[in-house]
């Protein structure tokens, strides 16, 4: 089942290589990146889980970075103070996800803004309950993917099969961003360059190693011109 949203609206869905990777940094950059355009922006969490000094993050980061004010209950749908998978945290406090619920919370975003990015929990095919995973979510928001390269050892056979993984599900990969999390990497260049040969869809940017390099500082790393062409 496919969302319905605001005729106005246009969404991304940004996903990552692993957890940790820099999915938060990289929407947060597009939100302020949409915005300098001239776009209303709002950002989703739909699940979050792992609460620290009583505050989600990420949902914090991506309200902050949102130009539309939303209600808290549809920026973040779902939220668990372990910081472990969203199934798991889920079973734990007796909830089980429901996607419905997410659609619901993306259409009423989608009538409030220009762009809503939608950002998921940790890698692509994490469960989400029983049945269904983050890439089901992806696929009921009928959302271009934004795929989130953390640049390390082993990210090639990740993004690759991420990038797989996407389009299995009948989505487009609207860019991927090669966020560098590790500043001893051999090899930086050539990675990326592997991956620009083998990703089939534009490199938006390259995000220097640092978290102290803000978001509106990341946005103007990245190029949006990809998503909006995409997105016309």
């Not at 922006?41 to 309200?63: C, I, N, S, Y």
């Not at 989400?128 to 992806?138: I, K, M, P, V, Y």
């Amino acid at each position: 089942m496919s969302v319905k949203t605001s005729a106005k609206a246009r969404g991304f869905f940004v996903t990552g290589t692993d957890t940790g990777v820099g999915k938060t940094r990289v929407a947060c950059a597009l939100l302020h990146a949409f915005a300098a355009t001239g776009c209303s922006v709002v950002g989703m969490k739909p699940v979050a889980a792992g609460r620290e000094d009583g505050h989600f993050h990420d949902v914090t980061a991506l309200m902050a970075a949102s130009s539309v004010a939303a209600p808290g209950a549809l920026v973040n749908p779902y939220a668990f103070d372990p910081a472990i998978a969203p199934h798991i945290a889920a079973a734990r406090s007796g909830v089980a996800i429901e996607l419905e619920r997410i659609t619901s919370a993306y259409a009423s975003l989608s009538a409030l803004a220009d762009v809503v990015v939608v950002e998921g929990a940790g890698g692509y095919m994490i469960p989400l309950n029983q049945r269904q995973t983050s890439a089901d979510l992806a696929r009921a928001l009928a959302l271009p993917v934004v795929l989130v390269v953390g640049m390390r050892l082993g990210c090639l056979n990740h993004a690759l099969l991420t990038r797989l993984a996407i389009a299995a599900s009948g989505l487009a990969c609207a860019g991927w961003v090669a966020n560098c999390i590790d500043p001893s990497m051999d090899g930086l260049a050539e990675n990326i360059a592997s991956l620009e040969q083998r990703l089939d869809s534009p490199l938006l940017g390259r995000v220097p190693f640092g978290s102290d390099v803000k978001a509106r500082e990341t946005a103007r790393l990245l190029s949006v011109r990809h998503l909006r062409e995409g997105a016309a």
